[in-house]
């Protein structure tokens, strides 16, 4: 076969832009750090790496679910626990209202007392985060106790109370995994709310101690019935901490993976960039010795 200077000089530029456009590649790859920075650089690393940002943007979506639950849960506890300490209060005032050697002005400003501590827990049970109310079920914009009308929504009757009240709220914290982050307590806020209705009546109309002794031990009912919703709420936050953890495992491992996917070896790199270089002036000094003088040269 014949070769011509055409040929020769046509595959001398082909080849160099061939070079050119390797160094390119490998200085565009230790510029951002990346295997492929187009999808036509590798599809098979490309489709890779979209999984794996896929994974990774789960996990930040439910890593701020988690976070929506822990403050639901913690605010609810939080919530119990102050009406805990306001019904520590009233058993304490009970046992004095109850003793014989009470006279009616000291029953009537522990009523007072009393009273006050009554409208503690319903502004308690009127608790939100942001503007949404936690004890209201999934009507999270009606407030438990109405103000205007000083009574709960469970009104005298709960079997007419709008079953949303005690429906669950509950946030998705994994793949497919749901936990519930409320509780509905208002049937239990409106028993206690009923107590301290009848110890004001009580304590106004008493005339022995042997009447408000009984409210004792009602209140004593009401606390261990509160004890017994935050061990519920205890072990829901347990489930949440082990959920927690398996989120930051699977982030790790999912960011480890996409670096092994798509992050380049810098010392690697280099080396190929100083050979290619080395091969690209190999191939201009060559070129340069093939390519012969043509006749126009000679007549400059």
Known sequence: ????????????????????????????????????NRPSDDPVVAMKGINYRTTLNNVEQYSRNIGEAYNWLDTTDDTFDKIGSTLQRANELMVQASSDTSTPEDREKINSEMQQLREHIQNLANTKIGNRYIFSGTKTTTPPFDEANKKYVTGDNPDTTDPAFNKSVEIEVFDGIKLKIN?????????????????????????????????????????NELLTTRADIGARQNRIELMDARLQSQEIIATKQMSENEDIDYEKAIVEMTTQESIHRAALSVGGRIIQPTLTDFLR
């Open 1 to 36: 076969m014949r070769v011509t200077q055409s040929m020769l000089s046509g595959n001398l530029l082909r080849n160099l832009s061939n070079s050119y456009g390797k160094m390119g590649q490998l200085q565009e790859q230790i510029n951002t750090g990346k295997k492929v």
């Open 183 to 223: 509780t509905s307590p208002i049937e239990l806020f409106n028993k206690i709310d009923k107590m301290f209705e009848q110890i004001g009546t009580d304590i106004a109309n008493a005339e022995n101690s042997s009447v408000l002794s009984s409210h004792i031990t009602a209140i004593d009912g009401s606390m």
